[in-house]
């Protein structure tokens, strides 16, 4: 397909998130305004702060929860991601095995257990979130790569068992796993947990930007645009926009990645590739993709070119990236030629907090009033709600199984400031798709391995 097809296809397809272009018309919450008090104050209305939320009224139901959201609830990352929510908590087994290999056994209970309690949670609250448990598959599409898939174990699929799956010709090899990862509906998602919450007494205050925390003696004053908080803890779940607490402005960058979403598969045309199993899947590139069924049979499609801007800018202009949607647009059809005559409808982005060790790192301030999680990786759909729980630990000073661990203890890596930020993450971003070219890691590779660094698409 030529690319000033690609670009009439484009053009045609709406730039909003799939998610959220569902017409349904909700009604606003309302805004703070004037003085209040709560005993929990959570800044942020995305999955990680209505976990929060949630879980702080079913651990203690007489405790006065008050969430404020800048915008509306979802509107960020957690209704733009792809709704694969995976168990694992350490960005896969590679990044958790070179990082805690003496807990990483424990690390991935944790993470099957918090998958299942999630599971537990959407049944209990009659969550209409779309859930599916169709497991994972993950491909190899360069000859390199099959070897991390380990031939001759349990769940391989060489060549012919792939493609019986998912019919494509740039399928080497893949390998299934089930009971680690459940597709959702992350809107859907994120509005049952706000009703949720709601339910239990929550009060949740919408286009209310929180512009700064102060003290005042033994309490803490939550400012916001519109009034004034007083409380007596705050939980921090802002994740890509921009820290409240100082010492966190280098820890993250934001990264924006970018989705497709084809319009409804024919039967004949979903029989073209097959996909009876309706697994998500993902390739394994460092610059991989990720992509799944979604409930009436469109393919969403994205990831890939993982895009940092010069001084951590985020702006919603920067959420439609032509260059990205048709790199992305050409990459489906190499991938899927039988669609040829498929179409996308949405295109969207959305954007990433990343850290240098891939995976959500927690912490206190304020002699310890105040708990955050950030870091995830776009991989924070299930470990938002395990960081929910970590830092309500903290902030009650309960040790308990998830805060014994290195990976809650222990913190990653800054990343420098600008201009080295910048330069840093341009060498790497080649560096890996150079290695994703000839499976090789160059000698800067070499070296941020050892510095414990690293940048994920």
Same mark, same amino acid.
């Given at each position: 397909?030529?690319?000033?097809?690609?670009?009439?296809?484009?053009?045609?397809?709406?730039?909003?998130?799939?998610?959220?272009?569902?017409?349904?018309?909700?009604?606003?919450?309302?805004?703070?305004?004037?003085?209040?008090?709560?005993?929990?104050?959570?800044?942020?209305?995305?999955?990680?702060?209505?976990?929060?939320?949630?879980?702080?009224?079913?651990?203690?139901?007489?405790?006065?929860?008050?969430?404020?959201?800048?915008?509306?609830?979802?509107?960020?990352?957690?209704?733009?991601?792809?709704?694969?929510?995976?168990?694992?908590?350490?960005?896969?087994?590679?990044?958790?095995?070179?990082? $805690?290999?003496?807990?990483?056994?424990?690390?991935?209970?944790?993470?099957?257990?918090?998958?299942?309690?999630?599971?537990?949670?959407?049944?209990?609250?009659?969550?209409?979130?779309?859930?599916?448990?169709?497991?994972?598959?993950?491909?190899?599409?360069?000859?390199?790569?099959?070897?991390?898939?380990?031939?001759?174990?349990?769940? /391989?699929?060489?060549?012919?068992?792939?493609?019986?799956?998912?019919?494509?010709?740039?399928?080497?090899?893949?390998?299934?796993?089930?009971?680690?990862?459940?597709?959702?509906?992350?809107?859907?998602?994120?509005?049952?947990?706000?009703?949720?919450?709601?339910?239990?007494?929550?009060?949740?205050?919408?286009?209310?930007?929180?512009?700064?925390?102060?003290?005042?003696?033994?309490?803490?004053?939550?400012?916001?645009?519109?009034?004034?908080?007083?409380?007596?803890?705050?939980?921090?779940?802002?994740?890509?926009?921009?820290?409240?607490?100082?010492?966190?402005?280098?820890?993250?960058?934001?990264?924006?990645?970018?989705?497709?979403?084809?319009?409804?598969?024919?039967?004949?045309?979903?029989? @073209?590739?097959?996909?009876?199993?309706?697994?998500?899947?993902?390739?394994?590139?460092?610059?991989?993709?990720?992509?799944?069924?979604?409930?009436?049979?469109?393919?969403?499609?994205?990831?890939?070119?993982?895009?940092?801007?010069?001084?951590?800018?985020?702006?919603?202009?920067?959420?439609?990236?032509?260059?990205?949607?048709?790199?992305?647009?050409?990459?489906?059809?190499?991938?899927?030629?039988?669609?040829?005559?498929?179409? /996308?409808?949405?295109? $969207?982005?959305?954007?990433?907090?990343?850290?240098?060790?891939?995976?959500?790192?927690?912490?206190?301030?304020?002699?310890?009033?105040?708990?955050?999680?950030?870091?995830?990786?776009?991989?924070?759909? @299930?470990?938002?709600?395990?960081?929910?729980?970590?830092?309500?630990?903290?902030?009650?000073?309960?040790?308990?199984?998830?805060?014994?661990?290195?990976?809650?203890?222990?913190?990653?890596?800054?990343?420098?400031?600008?201009?080295?930020?910048?330069?840093?993450?341009?060498?790497?971003?080649?560096?890996?798709?150079?290695?994703?070219?000839?499976?090789?890691?160059?000698?800067?590779?070499?070296?941020?391995?050892?510095?414990?660094?690293? /940048?994920?698409?």
């Amino acid at each position: 397909m030529d690319d000033q097809h690609i670009d009439a296809i484009l053009d045609a397809a709406r730039p909003v998130p799939l998610w959220l272009d569902t017409g349904d018309g909700l009604a606003p919450r309302s805004s703070l305004s004037g003085g209040h008090r709560a005993s929990l104050v959570v800044v942020g209305g995305g999955f990680t702060g209505l976990w929060t939320a949630l879980r702080a009224k079913e651990r203690q139901p007489d405790r006065d929860v008050l969430l404020l959201e800048g915008g509306r609830i979802g509107d960020a990352a957690s209704g733009r991601n792809g709704g694969f929510c995976e168990a694992s908590l350490t960005h896969g087994e590679h990044n958790g095995m070179a990082r $805690w290999p003496d807990e990483f056994a424990e690390l991935e209970r944790l993470g099957r257990k918090n998958l299942a309690e999630l599971i537990e949670t959407v049944e209990r609250y009659g969550i209409d979130c779309r859930l599916e448990s169709t497991g994972m598959l993950r491909v190899a599409t360069r000859p390199h790569q099959v070897e991390g898939l380990e031939p001759g174990t349990p769940g /391989f699929l060489d060549r012919n068992d792939v493609r019986a799956l998912v019919d494509s010709p740039t399928y080497l090899a893949g390998r299934v796993t089930t009971g680690d990862c459940v597709l959702i509906d992350p809107a859907r998602l994120v509005r049952g947990l706000a009703e949720a919450a709601e339910g239990l007494g929550v009060r949740i205050a919408e286009n209310t930007p929180v512009t700064g925390i102060g003290e005042r003696g033994s309490t803490l004053r939550v400012e916001t645009s519109k009034g004034q908080v007083v409380d007596d803890k705050v939980v921090l779940a802002t994740n890509a926009f921009r820290p409240l607490l100082r010492r966190l402005r280098l820890s993250t960058v934001p990264v924006y990645d970018y989705v497709l979403a084809t319009e409804p598969l024919t039967p004949a045309q979903l029989k @073209a590739v097959g996909w009876s199993g309706r697994q998500g899947v993902s390739d394994s590139g460092n610059q991989f993709h990720y992509y799944r069924l979604t409930p009436d049979n469109r393919i969403l499609w994205g990831g890939y070119d993982a895009i940092y801007h010069y001084g951590r800018r985020t702006h919603p202009d920067l959420e439609d990236r032509r260059a990205t949607h048709h790199l992305l647009a050409r990459q489906f059809y190499e991938t899927f030629p039988q669609l040829q005559d498929v179409r /996308f409808t949405h295109r $969207w982005g959305g954007v990433v907090d990343t850290c240098t060790r891939f995976c959500a790192f927690f912490g206190t301030a304020r002699k310890n009033r105040v708990a955050y999680a950030l870091g995830f990786t776009g991989l924070g759909v @299930a470990a938002s709600r395990f960081a929910a729980d970590v830092m309500l630990d903290l902030l009650d000073g309960e040790e308990t199984e998830r805060t014994r661990t290195a990976m809650v203890r222990r913190k990653p890596l800054p990343f420098p400031p600008e201009p080295v930020a910048w330069i840093g993450i341009q060498i790497t971003r080649r560096s890996m798709a150079a290695e994703d070219r000839h499976g090789r890691r160059n000698l800067w590779l070499r070296v941020l391995d050892r510095l414990g660094l690293g /940048f994920d698409s």
